[in-house]
């Protein structure tokens, strides 16, 4: 039995062991609006989206089996927490390694 936990915690990622193309992937979906957006958000609000959607989504499962729809919503959901979250940090480290 596959526990929630491992699921969140990286059981959904679907890189199919090639990391980069992944991440390519993931990098090709975001839009310039969002990662202003994204941008301009503070490390809280990062945290309350976080425990939002894991509210909304993570434990809400009907029954003790996991649907398909179940798993494939929550493989949409962890490509656009990582991301957003890859949007953050190169801003974070843009922000912070730049020299004045």
Same mark, same amino acid.
């Given at each position: 039995?596959?526990?929630? /936990? &491992?699921?969140?915690?990286?059981?959904? =990622? $679907?890189? !199919?062991? &090639?990391?980069?193309?992944?991440?390519?992937?993931?990098?090709?979906?975001?839009?310039?609006?969002?990662?202003?957006?994204?941008?301009?958000?503070?490390?809280?609000?990062?945290?309350? $989206?976080?425990?939002?959607?894991?509210?909304?989504?993570? &434990?809400?499962?009907?029954?003790?089996?996991?649907?398909?729809? &179940? =798993?494939?919503?929550? !493989?949409? =959901?962890?490509?656009?927490?990582?991301? /957003?979250?890859?949007?953050?940090?190169?801003?974070?480290?843009?922000? =912070?390694?730049?020299?004045?």
């Amino acid at each position: 039995m596959v526990s929630l /936990q &491992y699921l969140w915690d990286g059981g959904l =990622i $679907d890189w !199919q062991g &090639y990391l980069l193309k992944y991440a390519t992937r993931l990098n090709g979906r975001v839009l310039e609006s969002e990662i202003f957006s994204w941008n301009l958000s503070a490390v809280a609000d990062w945290a309350n $989206d976080s425990r939002s959607m894991t509210l909304k989504s993570a &434990y809400n499962v009907e029954k003790k089996s996991l649907s398909k729809a &179940y =798993i494939e919503r929550g !493989q949409e =959901i962890i490509d656009f927490r990582l991301t /957003q979250a890859g949007v953050r940090l190169a801003h974070l480290l843009n922000t =912070i390694l730049t020299i004045k």
